[in-house]
């Protein structure tokens, strides 16, 4: 331990004038630029998938119960590896890993492209690929798409805490939050023309049918293998700044605060309760609402922009005003606005005027979410020293997978029993974390500048 500390040290500038330290922040933005844009094009698929897949999953008629399960799985294979890889990167570094889960990422794009119908013949056999094969082969992607996801995005986490402690982790987690929506955003760009290239019928309109499924992922897999190129070439390994980080520290600070345990509580609760909604958002929408996807896109528009362009500047009320105030905004804002779905039709009989309704809805809950996750982040990485900072995030990202995997599962049931029921069981949820932050949850942060003042 004592050599590898003396290592990094000799490895890290010295950082003793205003200059060495402007030309330190410099290059740890650049090294933070690079981390986010591997994050950019390995991430294309996100926004599609959630927005698509039940949507393509209904062409086979899958149920309700396996359009969660299709949201469940992948956070499942989040949820038994993150532990296991947050310590390894305490151990072997962080590159390895965040070339990993890219790696990964680039093989479910690729198994995606063959989740549909088609007949192959190989020696004389025919294989006919039919509907049931098209959803097994959705479960097998999404299985390894968690897999790689939840590796890339907890490597990605421990790599800004490592690089961020100077330039400011709420606007750094921002940046790297932003990454993925935004690469998120470039694939819907790219996935539109396709749809309105293969997609639209004169008799039905737009429909999502195969042939744009299977184009749509040729794109996505080379976006992955090309950020699998920039993660090997141009990401640093930082796992020096963390032991470092750790040699400075205080034996108390060299521990995992216990407040980690009450956050990871409230995080799997509020996230199996948002992100088992997801699949059934789109659902409900199309079957109370509009069936036009067009009109459905645009209303989702303003919100995926702010998730692309916005988390790093709201990232910065973290720093300014502390952890928890975005955090309970966040979710209090998100509880409403899932409370006014089901109504939406019963309020606006227009269609027009509902979907501009939905639209503001989903924007200001995206705004307030967006600087929720970067003041979340941020206090993990407050709550860990640089010691156990790559099993901290894994135990945060841990409570996230979690969530994710009973999450869809309950919503699925609730949904096959009433249309609404999730979105008034996810309004409940939501404000019941947002009390849980208010009266149990203490912000490090704050907590050490208190001590602090008091010491003066």
Known sequence: MQQAVESAREELPVVQDATALLTHLSETRRSLHRLQTVIRFASLATSVLVAALP??????????????????????????????????????????????????????????????EFSLQIAGITFQADASFAVAMLFVARTVQGFGLGTMLLASYTITADLARRSGRGSSFGYTEEAQYRGGLYGGLVALPILLLFGFDPAQGLRLNQTVWSAIFVIYALGGLFALALAVRTVPETRQYALIEAAQETEARQSIDPQLFVLMAIVTLTTASSYGLAPFILTFIQDHLTQNLLLIGLAYAPAALIWAFLPSRLGQMADRFGRKPPIVVGLTMSGLFSLTIPFLSMLFPSVGLAIVALMLFATLEAACYAAAVPAEQAMVADMTGGKQRGIGFGLYTLAQSTGQVFGPLVMGVLYDWDRAGPFLANAVILIIGSVLVVSVLQDPASRRRSLMSIGK
């Open 55 to 116: 949507i393509y999953s209904g062409n086979f008629n899958a149920s309700g119960l396996e359009k969660g399960l299709l949201f469940a799985i992948p956070a499942f294979m989040m949820a038994i590896a993150r532990p296991i890889i947050g310590r390894s990167m305490d151990v072997y570094g962080r590159k390895l890993f965040l070339c990993l889960g890219v790696g990964i990422l680039f093989l479910a794009m690729v198994l995606f492209i063959f989740a549909r």
